[in-house]
């Protein structure tokens, strides 16, 4: 059972910043890319930012600049540091990870539950 974890979802005004975290945890044997999704009332899910097991980036252009994801490999965590918040922000944010499980042979999707991030203007 791989479980993802977030957390620091919240409201915070125009200009702002917050920090969302996710930390994976269970019988995890690697995992390989992760990312946070966002998902805006009445709009389809798109992906935010994603982060490579080397540490590679890349970002949907309407968060570059502003927004930075990390991952620590050690604690299996990924985070989104977000800065300058927009109300076109606001969304739940969700992270996903490929991983792979202790004795698997393959790897597997899993995500987490989902932060509300609300910017007010």
């Known amino acids: 059972q791989v479980q993802l974890v977030e957390s620091g979802g919240g409201l915070v005004q125009a200009g702002g910043s917050l920090r969302l975290s996710c930390a994976a945890s269970?019988?995890?044997?690697?995992?390989?890319?992760m990312g946070w999704y966002r998902q805006a009332p009445g709009k389809q899910r798109e992906l935010v930012a994603v982060?490579?097991?080397?540490?590679?980036?890349n970002y949907a252009d309407s968060v570059k600049g502003r927004f930075t994801i990390s991952r620590d490999n050690a604690k299996n965590t990924v985070n989104l540091q977000m800065n300058s918040l927009k109300p076109e922000d606001t969304a739940v944010y969700s992270c996903?990870?490929?991983?792979?499980?202790?004795?698997?042979?393959?790897?597997?999707?899993?995500w987490g539950q989902g932060t509300l991030v609300t910017v007010s203007s």
């Open positions: 269970g019988s995890i044997m690697s995992i390989n890319d």
């Open positions: 982060i490579g097991s080397g540490g590679r980036t």
């Open positions: 996903k990870a490929m991983v792979l499980r202790m004795g698997g042979v393959r790897y597997l999707e899993v």
